[in-house]
């Protein structure tokens, strides 16, 4: 079974730009998480879709953040435009909705300069 | 609101040996998941070991089990025989379920050691 995959690994970026991530989750998992890991803390919950609808994006900076779902399958995230403060690793995570075990992706390092 | 705690940042254990990492956290919810993640060097997180909070038995996987007491609202993880692989960032996570599915939180992660 393939698992979740992301891209790119890595990006570096100058603040005010703009820059997208890319998830595809495993086949088959209703529900995709977005969460934002800075350096030396635990993963932060940005937003979760249940197929191709938003079921909670309380913790998203709307102001420069947003993030779809097309199809309920794949996802991106986008950040425009970038601060400093965005430097982190974004995870993906998808999971059965009736189980709750979420499986992560390698994640994708943002460094903001 | 739900917290997660991890009271030790850094741990250290001798290869073969057991350890223990704790995690407490505070909720109003009766029904929800509890979960421990490992993070190893190369940051993709792995399901280590899941409870559900209905069941009174602890769960357990090979060396890994957890010591999970509701009333006192700790989750602790014991690792046996510990490896120099067990190396890694380990999370603990509370999951509930509220409107439109699960909301999981994460603690702030234990970081261990294994020295050979």
């Known amino acids: 079974e393939a698992g979740v995959a992301q891209s790119p690994r890595y990006k570096i970026i100058e603040k005010r730009q703009s820059v997208a991530f890319w998830c595809n989750p495993i086949s088959g998992h209703a529900t995709l998480y977005w969460y934002q890991q800075i350096l030396g803390q635990g993963p932060k919950l940005l937003i979760q879709f249940q197929n191709n609808g938003v079921v909670d994006d309380s913790q998203l900076p709307k102001d420069r953040f947003s993030a779809e779902r097309l199809k309920g399958v794949d996802s991106t995230l986008k950040i425009q435009p970038a601060k400093l403060e965005d430097s982190a690793v974004y995870l993906c995570a998808s999971s059965l909705e009736s189980t709750g075990t979420q499986y992560f992706g390698p994640g994708t390092r943002l460094l903001v300069l | 609101a739900q917290t997660v705690t991890q009271s030790q940042p850094e741990m250290s254990v001798q290869e073969a040996e057991t350890v223990t990492l704790s995690c407490t956290y505070d909720t109003s919810e009766n029904n929800y998941y509890l979960f421990w993640y490992k993070q190893p060097p190369s940051r993709q997180m792995i399901l280590v070991i899941r409870?559900?909070?209905?069941?009174?038995q602890n769960a357990t996987e090979n060396r890994f089990s957890v010591n999970f007491q509701k009333a006192a609202k700790s989750f602790s993880l014991k690792i046996s025989d510990s490896q120099l692989g067990d190396t890694a960032m380990y999370f603990c996570a509370f999951m509930k379920h509220g409107t439109g599915g699960f909301k999981t939180i994460f603690g702030a992660g234990t970081r261990l050691f294994v020295k050979a």
């Open positions: 409870q559900e909070a209905y069941k009174q």
